[in-house]
């Protein structure tokens, strides 16, 4: 007689990748700040090891590339290049908050593009967004002496890569993306992003690479723009809803300066904080809402 008891499959939750890879994704701006390399050395290590990792990870799904995916890929190049330029000369509050209003993008032109309704809400949101967005640039002139940095340019940077950022979410949902492996347009945008910053590079090459620069461009290269990649779609084909994956998201933008504050000592000024709080309520809110919508 067989007295052993079963033994249960502990399967890992689902929702602990989408986490994992956000708690990724929110370390962005530390290693961005940690390393004393300029923006384009930052962009051309990182996507050059997010590139051979997704490539390892899911090159079995396919890599063939054609128009539409090349299209995609440019938009998500963009919204990394602008994301490292906005981290090395604006706060880390600034780069992450103002790309977080692409949500204004999306709710403009889904309409145009993917045929979708607009709604008297998408309008109130888009509004609050603007005025939260309005806030960073009333700390310009103080804090430019404070950084000695163009905090002016990065935080123009930080915007566009918010541009770039929603149409390229846009595209996504296109019926063409769908039929499509997902990790097409990650893989070839960080090979966009190697392939336009290796002519600037050889012109003003680093005048020095430390270690601690090496460690940073691995990490920010294989887990934070690679692994998290791979983590985040594996809790998303596991199971988990999309309302709940976009309102884990938000963890990134309310961590990100907290990370570069406890750890480069960088404060996010006043206005920072109340804009990125009025741009993060209007998009959960805005989320929530329409997700309310849809059940009733």
């Known amino acids: 007689m067989n007295n052993s008891l079963p033994i249960e499959k502990n399967n890992f939750p689902p929702i602990a990748f989408v986490l994992l890879a956000v708690l ?6 530390v290693f961005i700040k940690y390393t004393t390399l300029d923006a384009f050395s930052v962009n051309l290590g990182r996507s050059l090891f997010a590139a051979i990792t997704v490539a390892i990870f899911t090159y079995r799904k396919g890599l063939r590339l054609d128009w539409f995916t090349l299209l995609t890929s440019f938009l998500y190049a963009g919204t990394l290049s602008c994301f490292v330029y906005a981290n090395k000369n ?5 780069a992450i908050f103002l790309q977080y209003t692409a949500p204004i993008y999306i709710l403009l032109f889904a309409p145009l593009i993917l045929r979708e309704k607009f709604r008297a809400a998408d309008l109130v949101t888009v509004i609050i967004c ?14 430019e002496n404070t950084l000695a940095t163009n905090i002016f340019g990065g935080n123009i940077a930080a915007l566009v890569s ?5 149409f390229y979410f846009i595209l996504l949902r296109h019926p063409r993306s769908l039929r499509k492996n997902p990790a097409l ?15 600037i590079i050889s012109q003003n090459p680093p005048a020095a690479i430390s270690s601690n620069d090496i460690l940073a461009i691995l990490f920010l290269g294989i887990f934070q723009i690679g692994i998290a990649y791979i983590l985040f779609t594996k809790g998303i084909a596991d199971g988990v809803r999309s309302l709940d994956a976009s309102i884990i998201g938000f963890i990134e933008p309310l961590l990100n300066p907290v990370w570069v504050f406890l750890f480069i000592g ?3 000024s006043f206005w920072a904080l109340i804009g990125g709080a009025i741009i993060i309520f209007a998009v959960v809110w805005h989320t929530m809402r329409q997700n309310r919508t849809r059940v009733e």
Do not use: C, H, K, Q
């Open 24 to 29: 990724l994704w929110s370390t962005g701006g």
């Open 90 to 94: 604006t706060t880390a509050a600034n």
């Open 130 to 143: 603007l005025a939260g967005m309005s806030l960073f640039f009333l700390e310009t002139a103080g804090a």
């Open 162 to 166: 918010g541009v770039f950022f929603g």
């Open 185 to 199: 347009s990650v893989f070839y945008g960080n090979i966009i992003i190697v392939l336009l910053m290796l002519p």
């Open 266 to 268: 960088e404060r996010p």
